[in-house]
């Protein structure tokens, strides 16, 4: 009897016991946040290091995931949400983080699978067209960054437009960034394996990318979706020139095979795509040298914009020694239109943000970008010990400072849409 009481005891002072009338379960509430906000990254093939797709995935992990989703750790996500407002923002509410508390505080408890919850939706569609580099990339053992080109034919038979593009990393560890091109004039093919250091490379310039950016992969990026009726064309029997970073590889036998995965509109975009690269030669004050031990500001500007645009979302790019991006348009009237502030940049942690409404940059405006570089010992970042000096350029030792905009023709009453 007085055991009995004990255990009473224990039970009405025990603090967990006040959510053991509805207790809250893994089917109950656990899995759609996980769904939501893990699994697009935590799923085979993705960039998390394990999967998130099934209970005892969680389960096993249970205290881990309690811990980086408390610290903010997990999901990533590095824009400031007052400056401006995303369709992909990846953030969970207080709330969401207490209940993964909750749950764990409570041992985890399982739940009845809902039938009723149409689990299909967090599923992922399957891609219209997957695209392999042709053969498996040898990465070389050395102490330098490798750049190198591959070729890969769509084989399209006709014009088609991209509503979602994603790009999967063979080799996880090694693959650093890269960038998507197409071509039409089936000129470059001989490009493919060749290194960006090869003097062979400048007789590909006379047939410049049709579409120099089609779209960049950076490490924790993911998928870019356009709008619904709006697409990104490529032409019948495009060729694609993807240009892979990878880094410097200390192991031996490591092998890159990456994959390109195409999704089409059912029909014709009604508009079409575009990007712009805000790049090297546009910093005003240049030249663009951090000096070992120095923390320096640089500034970009680009326009007068020629027409009126609608921007669906931005690509900020820099290094390891970035320590924050800030970009707007400045309307001729004066106004500022604001598209991404990062004030702790990771260069882990990079995204294509796609805003929730579409952002209108009027005709003459000017987009404005301001980056700070931290170059100094006191940088945990920085790749050198000590410091050296850092210029422009394509590798992680270099920096970068470059800005990626999707965006449409403006159109009547794109003020109000929002990205879906
Ligand atoms: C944008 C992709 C992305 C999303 C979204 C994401 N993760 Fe991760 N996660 C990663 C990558 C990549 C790593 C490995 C690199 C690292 O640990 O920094 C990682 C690491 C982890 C780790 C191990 C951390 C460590 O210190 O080793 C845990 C636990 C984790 N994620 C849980 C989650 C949970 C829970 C969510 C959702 C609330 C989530 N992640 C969302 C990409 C993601």
Same mark, same amino acid.
């Given at each position: 009897?007085?055991?009995?009481?004990?255990? @009473?005891?224990?039970?009405? /002072?025990?603090?967990? +016991?006040?959510? =053991?009338?509805?207790?809250?379960?893994? #089917?109950?509430?656990?899995?759609?946040?996980?769904?939501?906000?893990?699994?697009?990254?935590?799923?085979?093939?993705?960039?998390?290091?394990?999967?998130?797709?099934? @209970?005892?995935?969680?389960?096993?992990?249970?205290?881990?995931?309690?811990?980086?989703?408390?610290?903010?750790?997990?999901?990533?996500?590095?824009?400031?949400?007052?400056?401006?407002? #995303?369709?992909?923002?990846?953030?969970?509410?207080?709330?969401? /983080?207490?209940?993964?508390?909750?749950?764990?505080?409570?041992?985890?408890?399982?739940?009845?699978?809902?039938?009723?919850? $149409?689990?299909?939706?967090?599923?992922?569609?399957?891609?219209?067209?997957?695209?392999?580099?042709? !053969?498996?990339?040898? %990465?070389?053992?050395?102490?330098?960054?490798?750049?190198?080109?591959?070729?890969?034919?769509? !084989?399209?038979?006709?014009?088609?437009?991209?509503?979602?593009?994603?790009?999967?990393?063979?080799?996880?560890?090694?693959?650093?960034?890269?960038?998507?091109?197409?071509?039409?004039?089936?000129?470059?093919?001989?490009? $493919?394996?060749?290194?960006?250091?090869?003097?062979?490379?400048?007789? @590909?310039?006379?047939?410049?990318?049709?579409?120099?950016?089609?779209?960049?992969?950076?490490?924790?990026?993911?998928?870019?979706?356009?709008?619904?009726?709006?697409?990104?064309? %490529?032409?019948?029997?495009?060729?694609?020139?993807?240009?892979? &970073?990878?880094?410097?590889?200390?192991?031996?036998?490591?092998?890159?095979?990456?994959? /390109?995965?195409?999704?089409?509109?059912?029909?014709?975009? *009604?508009?079409?795509?575009?990007?712009?690269?805000?790049?090297?030669?546009?910093?005003?004050?240049?030249?663009?040298?951090?000096?070992?031990?120095?923390?320096?500001?640089?500034?970009?500007? @680009?326009?007068? %914009?020629? /027409?009126?645009?609608?921007?669906?979302?931005?690509?900020?790019?820099? &290094?390891?020694?970035?320590?924050?991006?800030?970009?707007?348009?400045?309307?001729?009237?004066?106004?500022?239109?604001?598209?991404?502030?990062? *004030?702790?940049?990771?260069?882990?942690?990079?995204? +294509?943000?796609?805003?929730?409404?579409?952002?209108?940059?009027?005709?003459?405006?000017?987009?404005?970008?301001?980056?700070?570089?931290? !170059?100094?010992?006191?940088?945990?970042?920085?790749? !050198?010990?000590?410091?050296? $000096?850092?210029?422009?350029?394509?590798?992680?030792?270099?920096?970068?400072? *470059?800005?990626?905009?999707?965006?449409?023709?403006? =159109?009547?009453?794109?003020?109000?849409?929002?990205?879906?």
């Amino acid at each position: 009897m007085r055991s009995v009481l004990v255990i @009473f005891t224990y039970f009405s /002072i025990c603090p967990f +016991t006040f959510s =053991q009338e509805n207790p809250i379960t893994y #089917y109950g509430k656990i899995e759609s946040i996980i769904f939501k906000n893990c699994m697009p990254c935590h799923s085979p093939g993705q960039s998390g290091p394990f999967s998130l797709l099934t @209970f005892e995935d969680v389960a096993k992990r249970g205290d881990f995931i309690g811990h980086v989703t408390k610290s903010g750790y997990m999901p990533p996500w590095k824009a400031d949400r007052e400056f401006q407002q #995303y369709k992909n923002e990846r953030v969970l509410t207080a709330d969401e /983080i207490e209940a993964i508390q909750d749950w764990l505080k409570n041992g985890m408890p399982k739940g009845k699978k809902d039938k009723k919850v $149409d689990q299909s939706k967090f599923r992922f569609e399957k891609p219209d067209v997957t695209l392999k580099m042709k !053969n498996p990339y040898l %990465i070389p053992t050395s102490n330098k960054d490798d750049y190198r080109f591959f070729h890969i034919p769509t !084989n399209l038979r006709e014009d088609k437009y991209l509503s979602k593009i994603e790009f999967i990393p063979g080799n996880k560890r090694l693959v650093h960034h890269c960038r998507l091109m197409t071509d039409t004039t089936h000129m470059v093919h001989a490009i $493919d394996g060749m290194s960006a250091d090869d003097p062979r490379i400048s007789a @590909f310039e006379k047939y410049p990318p049709l579409d120099k950016f089609l779209y960049g992969w950076v490490p924790g990026n993911s998928a870019i979706e356009f709008p619904s009726g709006t697409g990104k064309k %490529i032409h019948k029997d495009t060729d694609i020139i993807i240009n892979i &970073h990878y880094a410097p590889n200390s192991r031996e036998s490591q092998y890159d095979k990456s994959v /390109i995965n195409l999704y089409f509109t059912e029909k014709k975009a *009604d508009r079409e795509v575009y990007s712009l690269a805000i790049a090297e030669d546009d910093i005003s004050n240049p030249p663009f040298l951090i000096s070992a031990g120095e923390k320096k500001t640089f500034y970009s500007s @680009f326009g007068p %914009i020629p /027409i009126d645009i609608s921007v669906i979302g931005v690509l900020p790019h820099m &290094h390891y020694i970035g320590k924050t991006f800030r970009a707007f348009a400045a309307t001729p009237e004066g106004d500022v239109i604001p598209l991404i502030k990062i *004030d702790d940049w990771d260069f882990k942690w990079q995204e +294509t943000y796609l805003f929730k409404k579409l952002q209108i940059i009027p005709k003459n405006s000017v987009i404005l970008i301001e980056a700070t570089f931290d !170059n100094t010992a006191g940088n945990p970042a920085n790749p !050198n010990s000590p410091p050296k $000096d850092i210029t422009y350029g394509w590798n992680t030792t270099s920096e970068m400072l *470059d800005l990626v905009l999707y965006y449409l023709e403006y =159109q009547e009453g794109d003020e109000t849409k929002t990205h879906d």
